[in-house]
């Protein structure tokens, strides 16, 4: 049973925009938090952003801060990315994730399959 589906990512220039978008099951999206993770090549996966569903409060790594924007639409049970000023060091696989804590990832229980994102200078 699929947990997690991301969609959304492709390849833009620099400057550019993506949404990025995680489709959750009922019981995954009652998880503590969900976030977004990316690995690039040769470099270990860092969390990007998340947040803790029940409360909202939010993550945000200095990469990306005042730049990216997570945000979660209950109704539909989806996770959102708005990935705005894009630059090419945000090249890299993007996760969706979901588990009682976020972290370094070891508190996820559950990954989704990854979507591509490219940014071109």
């Known amino acids: 049973q699929v947990q997690l589906v991301e969609s959304g990512g492709g390849s833009v220039q620099a400057g550019g925009s993506l949404r990025l978008s995680c489709a959750a099951s009922?019981?995954?999206?009652?998880?503590?938090?969900m976030g977004w993770f990316r690995q690039a090549p040769g470099k270990e996966r860092e969390r990007v952003a998340s947040?803790?569903?029940?409360?909202?409060?939010?993550f945000y790594s200095d990469s990306v801060k005042g730049r990216f924007t997570i945000s979660q639409d209950n109704a539909k049970k989806t996770l959102y990315l708005q990935m705005n000023s894009l630059k090419p060091e945000d090249t890299g696989m993007y996760y969706c994730?979901?588990?009682?804590?976020?972290?370094?990832?070891?508190?996820?229980?559950?990954w989704g399959q990854g979507t591509q994102v490219t940014v071109s200078s």
């Open positions: 994730a979901a588990g009682r804590f976020c972290g370094d990832g070891s508190g996820i229980s559950y």
């Open positions: 009922t019981s995954t999206y009652s998880s503590t938090c």
């Open positions: 947040i803790y569903t029940g409360v909202g409060t939010t």
